[in-house]
Nanobody, 117 residues
Framework: QVQVVESGGGLVQAGGSLRLICVIS???????MGWFRQAPGKEREQVAC?????DAFYPDSTKGRFTISKDKNTLYLQMNSLQLRDTATYYC??????????????WGPGTQVSVSS
């Protein structure tokens, strides 16, 4: 069974940086791996996705500030120039059959990121 566990969240001032870490276990290969976030009262949104061939996708809200990368069984999200609107619970999610992080099957419990002014 695939297991996903995030870490690295915390409190940071606006303009600062954080790196989130996601350790993935129990898989042979994955088609896509990504990061999502959800703020209170808002819908969950994708913030970065990495396909198994190395193609990455970022929505406009994070493009140029966030970088997704992978090393062996660990997925990273480097977040720079953090803004108040980046405050949310961040989730790592992976899928064994679908590209582009479309409705990933396996999710971590989440890690909180809070950006202060």
């Amino acid at each position: 069974q695939v297991q996903v566990v995030e870490s690295g969240g915390g409190l940071v001032q606006a303009g600062g940086s954080l790196r989130l870490i996601c350790v993935i276990s129990g898989y042979a290969y994955l088609y896509s791996m990504g990061w999502f976030r959800q703020a209170p009262g808002k819908e969950r949104e994708q913030v970065a996705c990495l396909n198994k061939e190395g193609d990455a996708f970022y929505p406009d809200s994070t493009k140029g500030r966030f970088t997704i990368s992978k090393d062996k069984n660990t997925l990273y999200l480097q977040m720079n120039s953090l803004q108040l609107r980046d405050t949310a619970t961040y989730y790592c999610a992976v899928d064994k059959m679908k590209y582009w992080c479309l409705s990933p099957e396996f999710w971590g419990p989440g890690t909180q990121v809070s950006v202060s002014s």
